[in-house]
């Protein structure tokens, strides 16, 4: 009896040995070293819509809840507990409440507490008195009504009405927990965070440091000392930087499809990942102005967009097509491909597409002898000039006689606010893969970033319906009549969905890219490194 | 000689406060300021929050009481704070500064050190395969794109040879940073020490047909004393300009080199600073470099009184 009992024990032992031997393996210590492509505005999170400030500062903070770094796709069932211990929802859905964790410090060493939420919060619905300066995600909240704090580790969010994805949107890279006590101006020079990582400095044009918080509350992590992230603006440079063993990876999807097979070539040890970049390309017509408040002739536009055309000179033919939404296998609530051919203009047969536009045009007047002329507007930027290039190539097919109108950088989301613009081609980028962002932000009536201002009382109704559904296939059935809606609109015709590929080294180890987003999987608290 | 320096120390201010009020003007009369790039940055377009962060910045108040609130604070050394990242501008500008610095005068050392020489070599070595040769590197380094050479020396000592890193981190001592320094300070200099060798050349030739060259010669002096000390002396006077304006445009001329080899100097972050509307960044910068520009051209005047002796400055 006590040999089996001993010999019990043994197997025990020995199975939980095997068991802890992956994080045995992990390798305490090191400095993970990448580069940027650009200096980020601010290191304030909450201040930026870009990917650039979110990529090296998400690993400084911790959100109530986040996706789960581990797991390659984002979505309502990858959503793991962070600051917040557990969340539960009230029976009618229009309240959520998490505990939140205990003993967690700031970076500061001051104590974290239910108060910093509702700081945050106060910051992102515009109620504080020492305001953001910039609050690009304020619109996220619009279902916000109240956040109620329960003592010092507990608080409930009130929404008007249920809103599922609302822990979508807490749990994006986008939405870190600040403290009460650091101003927004302090936040954008010198964040103070409760994550793995400490901030050290921001030197522009130089680098970003971090350095692991020995206090984490997450014991065992981060297992690297530090990260290190030299900023490098040409892409020539950071590239020759990488293959030459300099750094340890390079920026999340920096490495263009052109360019792949030039770094693995020239590093054959790399490890390389293409995946969409959450940026799709889109034709804006102003609606407002005549003749393209005409809805036929903005139907002979979409019909004249050949997708493949663009994929193939943009993506070596790896971009695919795609509708307003994330495409599957990717992206979560995509249309499938045979439902999406069925809409207008994304038939495989161009010529026919062709031929029903130039028919179109006739009726309106237009023919080879009597073209409309116009001009596409764009950013000053290649990868928003480039196709339109191709945009405007495609138009001559349907008797349009476009020019390229390159605009200033600066300048180009006054001009096309103001319906400065016949047409024009621009880029979006989605933070989380969900249509309560994509869809609210770009396509509602009287929101900021919807261009080209489409207003339909339909989509209205069946974007506020698919944001309560909780039942997730029928939620996609909603979102993919809304996408129906909005493609024969012509509310602002997708192109494509952009693709570009990360690379690193054998030795970064433990780390996972999300494939529906770039912008939530950033906090490197599993990431070590074999060397 | 003292009533002329005074002059030329009055017009030197005067320039100067031109140059203020140019770069204050046209900043301002270029589209977009640094709300307009962090609402644009930001995809937003709220015009009362813009016009709160305008209000903010000082950005509102008419461009006259922006002009003295910005001349006045830089004659007390307060540049102001920069727009992006909220810090004394001073504070963002100074550290910078040596490395651009160090960077142009290894550039400017490079371009005199080969420069001249060869193009005294090639002058009196005239139509040999010598001087052909000559000429020919001399029309390449005038002709190559900076930003393609720039690339071609990265791949060649980085990539192949593996001698230099990438500036990717502080050099350990000062001897590490020029030696980091020397490559991309080569590919500046190519272009100026051919630009040298060809003035050189030309001026040389010029001096060497002289009658008191022949004189020289008749007298039995040695070739090197006819071309060092006789010839090179009175042909050194367009070079000279050259070096000066070579030195001037290079503190605030090597945008280029600096990107391609990461090199975090004063001229990026004036590039830097211009896509930002950064406006305090911008004038402080231009301003450091019109004194440069100024001060350079200044010491070279003064400077053709010392090399030749028949230049005498009128009071």
Redo the contacts between chains.
Sequence with gaps: MRSRILSTAAVTLAVAAIMTLPAAAQKQGGTLKY?HRD?P??TSIH????VSTVNPFMAVFNNLVLFDQSKPSNSLDTIVPDLAESWTWSGDRKQVTFKLRQGVRWHDGKPFTAKDVGCTFDLLLGKAKDGL????RQVWYHNVENVRLNGDFEVTFELKNPQPSFLALLASGYTPIYPCHVSP?DM??KPVGTGPFRFVEF?????IKLARNPDYWKKGRPYLDAIEV?I???R???I??F??G??DMTYDTDVTIPLLKDVKS?APKAICQLRPTGVYTNLLVNSEAAPFNEPKLRRAMALAIDRKSFDDILGEGQLGISGAMQPPPEGFWGMPEEMLRSLPGYGKDVEKNLAEARAIMQGLGYGPDKPLKLKVSTRDIAIYRDPAVILIDQLKKIYVDAELDVV???????KV?RGDYSVGLNLTGLAVDDPDVNFVENYTCGS??NYTHYCNQEAERLIAEQSKEADVEKRKELVWQIERRLAEDVARPVIHFQRAATCWYPQVKGLVLHQNSIYNGARFEDVWLDK | MGAYLIRRLLLMILTLFGISVIIFVMLRVV???IA???????????QA?KQK?EA?LGLDKPIVIQYVNWIGGLARGDLGYTY????PALD?ILPRIPVTAKLAGLALMFSIVFGVPLGVVSAVRQNTLLDYVLRVISLSGLSLPSFWLG?LI??AF??YL?WI??Y??QPASLWDELLLLSIPAAAVGFRASALLMRLTRSSMLEVLRQDYIRTARAKGASPAAINYKHALRNAVLPIITIIGIEAAFLIGGLIVTE????I?GVA??LV?AIR??DYPVVQSLVMFIAVVVVTVNFVVDMAYAVLDPRIKYED
Excluded: C
Excluded at chain 1, 408 to 414: A, C, E, L, S, Y
Excluded at chain 2, 36 to 46: E, P, T
């Design positions: 580069y200096n505005p601010t201040e930026e819509a870009t300066r910039l609050n690009p101006r954008r020079t030197k522009r044009n130089e680098v030299r490098i603006a040409s020539s440079t950071r020759l930087a293959v030459s300099e750094f020239q200033d950088t600066t300048i180009w989301h006054r606010t900021e970033r | 589209p977009g300021n307009d790039i962090l609402f644009d940055a930001a995809g937003m377009v709220s929050e962060l903010e992006v990242s909220e810090q963002e690339l990265l791949m980085v990539r593996g890193p990438i990717t981190s990107t391609v080899f990461n975090p990026r972050f830097e930002w509307r």
